[in-house]
């Protein structure tokens, strides 16, 4: 079945430079977005508007004749959107904006690395490089047109950001989005002395046959309510970013619900959750890629009722260069944490049982590397302040080394935090 988009072009794109400008990506004066229409109608975003409070009144209309309909005139870059679209017949959408990550690449002249992470260079499509020219000029609009028509899907501009394409609006958006999370991610491990690494293992495809619900009960609609509330939140504290996280709820004995996959985390309700029950998922919804490992925790760890897994980027600089993170550094940060194990990636992706020998009590956050930080909680929101707690001390250990050495918490003051919260303990610890 075919699904038609009944938003008018005006009002996506409007949605679309807000959420770019309220994510930081850029700037009131910078930045630019458009989709082609079925009549070959370009939709842009005007010039030396502020970008923080645009109106769908403010977009341009520029026919395929040249004819420019619109209360402002269109964005200098214009020419570049028309000629992307004129060397490439399946892009309908072209977005370019300043985040300071990607400018910061586009100043070196590098393209940030998206194999780094599983998953994110398909996403990505193929990155390229091209070359400086003076924005909003014709030459600029064909170097630009000219990348992608060599099959280009996201390009770095040099000293001036990015651009990305798209069938959609929301797949260039999550291109840039994407990219721009990996960028941050290898400034923030630039301050690490070791290397970066790349994945060594892979997230396995499963299929699940489907079954067919026949109601949910209160517990149900509002574990739901809180799984997407607490998604909204982690994108907007940028602990996560589109498609690259799960989180998942216990309802009962091998059953539980998990975010989908591929989903928007800002466009998601509560009946977008997808149920997997007794190894089967609800009719119509595809789980998100961690359904086989949350399904195989929740029957070995009774201690957990909620498993979070995200990609933050502080947390991330870690989990790619294949370095620990030291909880030891405030009280706050070892009771929520404690020592976190680090998993390969090769390791976690060959099987979850894997992991579950370093999970217990005591030790409820694993960090894999290239992959992510996974939290487990009694309830929901214990995972999600592990998640938090795990972002804030991997940041802390970042800017610390940036102004001096690091001195942890001491064994003693460990000993003594762990007795004054009755903090849970492994039987080989407690035997130290």
Same mark, same amino acid.
């Given at each position: 079945?075919?699904?038609?988009?009944?938003?008018?072009?005006?009002?996506?794109?409007?949605?679309?430079?807000? @959420?770019?400008?309220?994510?930081?990506?850029?700037?009131?004066?910078?930045?630019?977005?458009?989709?082609?229409?079925?009549?070959?109608?370009?939709?842009i975003t005007p010039g030396g508007i502020d970008k923080g409070s645009l109106r769908p009144e403010d977009i341009v209309k520029v026919t395929p004749?040249?004819?420019?309909?619109?209360?402002?005139?269109?964005?200098?870059?214009? &020419?570049?959107?028309?000629a992307v679209y004129s060397r490439r017949r399946d892009v309908r959408a072209v977005l370019h904006a300043h985040s300071p990550a990607l400018v910061?690449?586009?100043?070196?002249?590098?393209?940030?690395?998206?194999?780094?992470?599983? =998953?994110?260079?398909?996403?990505?499509?193929?990155?390229?490089?091209?070359?400086?020219?003076?924005?909003?000029?014709?030459?600029?609009?064909?170097?630009?047109?000219?990348?992608?028509?060599?099959?280009?899907? %996201?390009?770095?501009?040099?000293?001036?950001?990015?651009?990305?394409?798209?069938?959609?609006?929301?797949?260039?958006?999550?291109?840039?989005?994407?990219?721009?999370?990996?960028?941050?991610?290898?400034?923030?491990?630039?301050?690490?002395?070791? &290397?970066?690494?790349?994945?060594?293992?892979?997230? +396995?495809?499963?299929?699940? &046959?489907?079954?067919?619900?026949?109601?949910?009960?209160?517990?149900?609609?509002?574990? @739901?309510?809180?799984?997407?509330?607490?998604?909204?939140?982690?994108?907007? +504290?940028?602990?996560?970013? %589109?498609?690259?996280?799960?989180?998942?709820?216990?309802? =009962?004995?091998?059953?539980?619900?998990?975010?989908?996959?591929?989903?928007?985390?800002?466009?998601?309700?509560? =009946?977008?959750?997808?149920?997997? @029950?007794?190894?089967?998922? /609800?009719?119509?919804?595809?789980?998100?890629?961690?359904?086989?490992?949350?399904?195989?925790?929740?029957?070995?760890?009774?201690?957990?009722?909620?498993?979070?897994?995200?990609?933050?980027?502080?947390?991330?600089?870690?989990?790619?260069?294949?370095?620990?993170?030291?909880?030891?550094?405030?009280?706050?940060?070892?009771? +929520?944490?404690?020592?976190?194990?680090?998993?390969?990636?090769?390791?976690?992706?060959?099987?979850?049982?894997?992991?579950?020998?370093?999970?217990?009590?005591?030790?409820?956050?694993?960090?894999?590397?290239?992959?992510?930080?996974?939290?487990?909680?009694?309830?929901?929101?214990?995972?999600?302040?592990?998640?938090?707690?795990?972002?804030?001390?991997?940041?802390?250990?970042?800017?610390?080394?940036?102004? =001096?050495?690091? @001195?942890?918490?001491? /064994?003693? +003051?460990?000993?003594?935090?762990?007795?004054?919260?009755?903090?849970?303990?492994?039987?080989?610890?407690?035997?130290?």
């Amino acid at each position: 079945m075919t699904t038609f988009s009944y938003t008018h072009p005006r009002n996506i794109l409007v949605a679309t430079l807000q @959420r770019l400008y309220d994510y930081g990506m850029t700037t009131t004066s910078g930045g630019n977005i458009s989709l082609k229409d079925d009549d070959g109608n370009i939709w842009i975003t005007p010039g030396g508007i502020d970008k923080g409070s645009l109106r769908p009144e403010d977009i341009v209309k520029v026919t395929p004749a040249g004819q420019v309909i619109g209360i402002h005139r269109p964005s200098c870059e214009l &020419p570049f959107h028309a000629a992307v679209y004129s060397r490439r017949r399946d892009v309908r959408a072209v977005l370019h904006a300043h985040s300071p990550a990607l400018v910061a690449f586009s100043m070196i002249g590098a393209c940030p690395d998206p194999t780094l992470v599983p =998953g994110s260079a398909e996403v990505c499509g193929k990155v390229t490089f091209s070359h400086y020219d003076i924005p909003g000029s014709a030459s600029l609009g064909r170097i630009i047109a000219a990348e992608f028509e060599r099959g280009a899907d %996201s390009v770095m501009m040099e000293n001036h950001g990015a651009v990305m394409c798209g069938r959609t609006i929301a797949e260039a958006f999550r291109r840039f989005e994407t990219l721009d999370y990996i960028a941050r991610i290898q400034i923030n491990a630039s301050g690490l002395p070791s &290397p970066l690494i790349h994945p060594a293992g892979f997230p +396995q495809h499963q299929e699940w &046959p489907e079954f067919e619900p026949t109601g949910a009960s209160p517990e149900e609609c509002e574990l @739901r309510d809180q799984i997407v509330n607490l998604r909204h939140r982690a994108y907007r +504290q940028k602990l996560l970013f %589109s498609g690259s996280a799960y989180l998942s709820a216990r309802l =009962g004995e091998d059953d539980f619900l998990i975010t989908p996959t591929n989903f928007d985390p800002m466009s998601m309700n509560a =009946g977008d959750m997808v149920r997997v @029950r007794q190894g089967r998922r /609800e009719s119509g919804k595809i789980p998100g890629t961690g359904a086989a490992y949350c399904r195989e925790f929740y029957r070995n760890c009774p201690w957990a009722n909620a498993i979070i897994m995200t990609r933050p980027p502080h947390a991330m600089a870690f989990a790619t260069t294949a370095t620990p993170i030291d909880s030891r550094t405030i009280p706050e940060s070892y009771i +929520q944490l404690r020592d976190m194990p680090m998993l390969s990636s090769q390791e976690y992706f060959a099987s979850p049982k894997n992991a579950l020998k370093y999970l217990s009590p005591a030790h409820p956050v694993l960090l894999v590397e290239n992959s992510g930080v996974i939290t487990f909680g009694k309830t929901l929101l214990e995972a999600f302040d592990r998640l938090e707690v795990a972002e804030f001390t991997a940041k802390c250990l970042l800017l610390a080394s940036r102004i =001096g050495s690091f @001195r942890p918490i001491g /064994e003693k +003051q460990v000993e003594a935090i762990i007795e004054a919260f009755h903090l849970p303990v492994d039987e080989a610890e407690a035997k130290k």
